[in-house]
């Protein structure tokens, strides 16, 4: 399989004055957030090849990390973390008017990385900070609730969070002998204790408990992202570290097996980010060495690049 050299279709001038550290789209593809050390967040209108900044958040007095987008059947609602220990929590109310709804401080430590749970779980959101701790914030009976994982993470804290998407399961009733269908509530969070850790709701104990830990890198963590599965058996977990590896990890749900582990490839800078195409077969992987490339498992099981993006960068007329 040949690797085809894909360009930037379009680059947005974002008048930052720090480094950007995350860009997100929206559901639909119609807004672009950006977040930056410049403590502030961006958020763009986007029309084919042009932009306009319609909104200028300040409410961080850190450099921002990482936001994310909830589901659009909650509202236009985008969620920010920052250096400063903060989680805030933004609402369209308006046309492009986007408000402060909720502002908290229940981290000892910088909030390194902040996920959306699938909406079919409710309106809950994933944080991951320095000072080793997971939460999820919650909305139940109109007001944010906080759970914390205390000790999710030894050494200097959690890197990345990411939620399991919905994978159905049977639940025998002993007392009227009937089936019920429920869904396993799941998140992975990765550290700088160099493990990955999921994590599983427990009805029966109200509480969030530890499934699994993965261990298969030699340095920290950066990210970790599960994979649509599409209704499928199988669970797909990937993960990257500065150890310069991506890790595919699978599971079969059906036969409850244990995670067996895949190195999608060796590369030669530290790998920061992934990101999943909406059908879970494509992964997007970039490092420090300022590339992206994308990455699709063929028939026989293995990993191979089917395109390097070259952000940012053209070639000269008639090249």
Excluded at 18 to 42: E, F, N, V
Excluded at 117 to 146: F, K, N, T
Excluded at 190 to 217: M, P
Aim: hydrophobic share 35%.
């Amino acid at each position: 399989m040949s690797t085809e050299a894909v360009n930037a279709v379009t680059s947005i001038n974002t008048d930052h004055e720090d480094m950007i550290h995350d860009a997100q789209m929206d559901y639909y593809g119609r807004l672009l957030a950006t977040c930056s050390s410049d403590r502030t967040i961006k958020i763009y209108e986007v029309t084919g090849e042009s932009y306009k900044l319609v909104a200028d958040l300040r409410g961080h007095d850190g450099p921002v990390w990482q936001i994310s987008w909830a589901h659009p059947m909650y509202g236009n609602l985008l969620a920010s973390c920052s250096y400063d220990r903060k989680i805030n929590i933004w609402k369209e109310c308006g046309n492009n008017d986007f408000q402060s709804i909720y502002e908290s401080q229940h981290h000892d430590s910088s909030v390194n990385s902040i996920c959306w749970a699938p909406r079919e779980y409710g309106l809950m959101l994933a944080c991951g900070a320095s000072d080793g701790v997971v939460s999820i914030v919650s909305m139940r009976d109109q007001q944010w609730e906080i759970e914390k994982i205390p000790h999710a993470h030894s050494s200097i804290g959690c890197n990345a969070v990411s939620w399991a998407h919905p994978v159905q399961y049977q639940q025998t009733d002993l007392a009227s002998d009937s089936n019920t269908s429920s869904y396993k509530k799941r998140i992975v969070s990765g550290g700088c204790d160099n493990l990955i850790k999921i994590w599983i709701y427990s009805d029966q104990d109200n509480k969030w408990i530890e499934e699994d830990t993965l261990d298969g890198h030699s340095d920290w963590i950066r990210d970790v992202a599960f994979a649509p599965n599409c209704g499928l058996d199988t669970s797909i977990l990937a993960s990257c570290s500065l150890d310069c590896r991506v890790i595919i990890w699978k599971r079969n749900e059906k036969e409850n097996g244990p995670w067996t582990s895949q190195v999608l490839n060796k590369f030669n800078s530290a790998i920061w980010h992934l990101s999943w195409s909406i059908a879970g077969n494509i992964l997007a992987i970039s490092g420090a060495d300022n590339q992206v490339s994308l990455w699709k498992e063929t028939p026989d099981g293995s990993w191979v690049c089917i395109s390097d993006v070259e952000k940012g960068q053209t070639k000269p007329p008639g090249q």
